[in-house]
């Protein structure tokens, strides 16, 4: 499916020098007693605006409507050429998801690390300003066609190999967030896959969001790799995923909807159970996200939940009615067929 290769890219302007394009759509989720006219008129940004330098006044202004606790704005560039501006909201009486406590450890990684993360960096910022998008994830990991960030990422598997005791500890002691997420970046290039996919897992419940991004990301391509590849043995399980679909930040649902999309490939009924149960408020809201490549995953996994076919579900986005996509795994029972 086409989809399944799309990258996408989480940029705050902020924080970087790319000028991302005018935002061509405005998308809400965590909506639950607020409604989205409120949240429209405190955020101060429609569409056809360019990305404000800082997003901190529209996060105050909405955190300001009675019974929402916190926000988030989100710039994701670029889906034709545009970016989309995703709004989160916490409101009261609505449970947090929680995260571990920040290590306190002095643990740092070695020299030669920081420098291939930092190469990374540049390298896939300027791939992101020649719209070059395109990756190979066929091994379980990245390798983008862009070729410095390819020479980039090849380095990762270099030190995937000569570090593994070094990033482990780093990701699940070191007091720097920046540390323990390139740990876990690099970590999704070790050769085998199996030794890396619980030291992942623990990074999906870091208190910081590039970790967790990074540790999600990585479990996707390998649990895609898994699918592809049975006689691997490799174990991804679905249940690490459920509860990011509920999160205030928008990675951890993106992530998240991809990995389920790869861990439910063989619909277990009592996994499309469990993600009715516990996210199925959050699957509609992103299955009407207006981008569509951003809305899929969570399309797919309420027609899975819903007994469609693949065939039946990709009909339904190819035709414009993914409506009925949701209204079926709206309306199933709990059994998952």
Not at 127 to 141: I, V
Not at 303 to 330: K, L, N, P, Y
Request: proline letters at 5%.
């Amino acid at each position: 499916m086409p989809w399944l290769s799309l990258i996408l890219t989480l940029l705050s302007v902020s924080q970087s020098d790319f000028q991302m394009p005018h935002i061509q759509a405005i998308d809400f989720y965590g909506l639950r007693t607020v409604s989205e006219a409120q949240v429209r008129k405190a955020l101060q940004i429609k569409e056809g605006d360019a990305p404000p330098e800082s997003t901190l006044p529209a996060q105050l202004r909405v955190e300001a409507i009675d019974r929402v606790i916190h926000a988030r704005l989100n710039f994701v560039c670029c889906e034709k050429g545009k970016t989309t501006l995703y709004v989160g909201i916490q409101e009261q009486d609505v449970p947090a998801l929680e995260f571990r406590p920040a290590p306190t450890g002095t643990v740092r990684l070695p020299f030669d690390v920081l420098p291939a993360g930092d190469a990374f960096d540049k390298a896939f910022e300027r791939a992101m300003e020649a719209g070059d998008h395109a990756e190979d994830q066929s091994e379980g990991h990245s390798l983008m066609h862009f070729s410095e960030v390819r020479a980039a990422q090849k380095k990762f598997i270099e030190l995937a190999a000569l570090h593994p005791a070094i990033l482990h500890d780093v990701l699940r002691n070191s007091a720097s967030a920046r540390q323990r997420a390139l740990a876990a970046q690099i970590l999704g290039y070790a050769a085998d896959k199996r030794d890396v996919v619980a030291d992942l897992i623990y990074g999906t419940r870091d208190p910081d969001d590039e970790v967790r991004n990074n540790s999600t990301r990585a479990l996707w391509l390998i649990a895609k790799l898994a699918q592809r590849k049975p006689d691997l043995q490799i174990q991804v399980p679905a249940s690490v995923f459920i509860d990011l679909l509920n999160s205030l930040v928008w990675t951890d649902r993106n992530k998240s909807s991809y990995a389920l999309l790869e861990t439910t490939d063989k619909r277990d009924p009592a996994v499309l159970t469990e993600i009715r149960a516990k996210a199925l408020p959050s699957l509609v809201e992103m299955a009407r996200w207006k981008a569509i490549g951003h809305a899929q995953p969570a399309i797919f996994l309420l027609g899975r939940i819903g007994g469609m076919s693949e065939d039946d579900i990709q009909a339904a986005i190819d035709r414009g009615d993914r409506e009925a996509v949701i209204s079926a795994g709206s309306k199933a029972g709990t059994s998952g067929r």
